[in-house]
């Protein structure tokens, strides 16, 4: 469009590309003739953006904490003999490689602490938990905990619109 020359009658406003002209890519793609590629174009539509997996551990967090908290107002009273607190208020979600860890802090006898926690693997979108071997009886409690509010915070996040 040349905007040197004066709107004749015979203008239509209707085959101005306005995007074009203005020096963005047109909102209207042209029709493919060939359905293979209109099939390809589609999917690209519906793929969902990557997300960060950082932020992923934060939302984590935020909602395991939650769940802990909730969890602890039912009654949780689990407090190994040797450990002195735990704070439930400690609770954290760390990420390392593909790998989520929900731990807590537990202070024991003799100004020692500990974070035990539950790990998950995250591949392709799904979230599988580690099976941990060896946990001491007195332990099973506190990682259950753990591990219920883990679960919840995941399926609450997959629940979202985003994930």
């Given at each position: 469009m040349d905007f040197d020359?004066?709107?004749?009658p015979d203008f239509n406003a209707d085959?101005?590309?306005?995007?074009a002209e203005l020096g963005a890519l047109s909102s209207v793609q042209p029709a493919s003739s060939n359905p293979l590629h209109n099939i390809l174009l589609e999917e690209e539509e519906h793929e969902m953006p990557e997300v960060d997996p950082v932020l992923v551990a934060e939302l984590l967090q935020v909602l395991a904490q939650h769940n802990i908290r909730q969890q602890s107002e039912d009654g949780f009273d689990a407090l190994p003999e040797n450990a002195q607190n735990i704070d439930l208020n400690s609770a954290r979600v760390t990420l390392s490689d593909d790998e989520y860890r929900l731990s807590l802090l537990v202070e024991l006898q003799g100004n020692q602490q500990i974070r035990p926690?539950?790990?998950v693997q995250h591949n392709a979108?799904?979230?599988?938990?580690?099976?941990e071997n060896n946990i001491p009886s007195?332990?099973?409690p506190l990682y259950d905990l753990l591990e219920?509010?883990?679960?919840?915070?995941?399926?609450?996040l997959k629940s979202s619109t985003y994930f």
């Open positions: 020359q004066p709107i004749t085959e101005v590309d306005f995007f926690c539950v790990r979108g799904d979230f599988d938990f580690v099976e007195v332990w099973k219920n509010a883990f679960k919840q915070a995941i399926q609450s």
